[in-house]
T-cell receptor, first 113, second 116 residues
């Protein structure tokens, strides 16, 4: 069975600083990996996804993530945090393009002025 | 991209009653799913809604408590039966659109359920 583990339930960074949200996956087959963002009282929005093409994936709002098979990781980064980035971020995994998506526990990102 | 509408958006229900949540997608989609998001927590998959057959439930979820229907490729319902305060959560519908090279999952805005 596939799963993802998000390290750190809460991350706080200063505005303009690097954002790094960690995600490690477990899968018996090459995974499809996703990052979703959920703003307060809103639905889920897809930030980016890895589907076995390029290992460095660029998403919306300046976010990107790198798939590292050797480390079973798919960490999310953004060079410079903005106040509007404050939200809950979820890493997720599926085994193929037509399969259920399993979510990690989530990381709440706070931005300090 | 598919647009998902869920109804109701929120409800307050008495314990022991049942609530049916509707999920309508504006286009035909390959797969539909139902998730639960308890307060301050992540999304937990309840089941895969299969068109024309019984839903596939995840461990810990049963049909008697969460009956699901999917009569066609654009519509599904989830019923939360015999509710208790522990059922207070956000319930989200998701649709998977499988187009070669462009597979993407979409989510509804959710139904915020409070059981009193």
């Amino acid at each position: 069975a596939q799963s993802v583990t998000q390290l750190g339930s809460h991350v706080s960074v200063s505005e303009g600083a690097l954002v790094l949200l960690r995600c490690n996956y477990s899968s018996s087959v090459p995974p499809y990996l996703f990052w979703y963002v959920q703003y307060p009282n809103q639905g889920l929005q897809l930030l980016l996804k890895y589907t076995s093409a390029a290992t460095l994936v660029k998403g919306i709002n300046g976010f990107e993530a790198e798939f590292k098979k050797s480390e079973t990781s798919f960490h999310l980064t953004k060079p410079s945090a903005h106040m509007s980035d404050a939200a809950e971020y979820f890493c997720a995994v599926s085994v193929n393009s037509a399969s259920k998506i399993i979510f990690g526990s989530g990381t709440r990102l706070s931005i300090r002025p | 991209s598919a647009v998902i509408s869920q109804k109701p958006s929120r409800d307050i229900c008495q314990r022991g009653t049942s609530l049916t949540i509707q999920c309508q997608v504006d286009s035909q989609v390959t797969m539909m799913f139902w998730y639960r998001q308890q307060p301050g927590q992540s999304l937990t998959l309840i089941a895969t809604a299969n068109q024309g057959s019984e839903a596939t439930y995840e461990s810990g979820f049963v049909i008697d408590k969460f009956p699901i229907s999917r009569p066609n490729l654009t519509f599904s319902t989830l019923t939360v039966s015999n509710m208790s305060p522990e059922d207070s959560s956000i319930y989200l519908c998701s649709a998977l659109e499988v187009i070669p090279g462009i597979t993407e999952a979409f989510f509804g805005q959710g139904t915020r359920l409070t059981v009193v």
